[in-house]
């Protein structure tokens, strides 16, 4: 089955770039995702060239884009952005994969997003367990037990029901 077809019909948005972050190809979900205007010709043109809000982050995509021609397995990231026709601010899971030639050549990238789904610890602990939960914390400037702390507080749980949670005297 030719990448083309399977981008074409597809209901996620797969889009294609080449070596030098140029747009190739984009299905109408991804010129729907980005938020493209219906008339605009983005083929040829770099992130930072489409009339969108989210061209800002052209530095950073192309980045992405030669991390991702450097690997066999790709590069993955969430992208935050008002994407969409709506525009709406949200996070997308996007993956790129190198495009090679025969020779092993890199010609370029092959992209796709999906919306990213949230699984909060509080879901976890409200019975809406899923196959695999990671915790691992984004930065390490806080002690795992302030983390618990932290997200007890922002779910807007009292002093004394954090306490109790964590098996702390109040």
């Known amino acids: 089955i030719p990448l083309i077809s399977v ?9 294609i770039k080449n070596n030098e972050s140029k ?16 008339v605009f010709d983005f083929e040829g043109r770099l ?17 992405h884009d030669r991390k991702a021609e450097q690997s066999k397995e790709g590069a993955e990231i969430i992208e ?15 993956a790129k994969f190198p495009i090679c030639d025969s020779d092993g050549h890199v010609l ?11 699984f909060s610890v509080y879901d976890f602990f409200s019975n809406l367990k899923p196959s695999i939960v990671r915790l691992t914390p ?9 983390l618990e702390i932290i997200f007890f507080a922002i779910r807007r749980f009292t002093a004394k029901e954090i306490a109790s949670r964590l098996c702390l005297s109040f």
């Open 7 to 15: 981008m074409e019909h597809a209901s996620i948005p797969w889009g």
């Open 47 to 63: 992130d930072s060239e489409i009339p969108v809000s989210w061209s800002e982050l052209a530095p950073e995509l192309q980045a």
């Open 138 to 146: 984004p930065v390490d400037i806080f002690t795992q037990r302030e």
């Open 80 to 94: 935050t952005a008002h994407f969409g026709r709506d525009a709406i601010l949200a996070p997308w899971y996007c």
């Open 108 to 118: 370029g990238t092959t992209f796709y997003a999906k919306a990213f789904n949230f």
């Open 23 to 38: 747009f190739v190809y984009m299905n109408q979900a991804a010129i729907n995702f980005c938020n493209i205007p219906k």
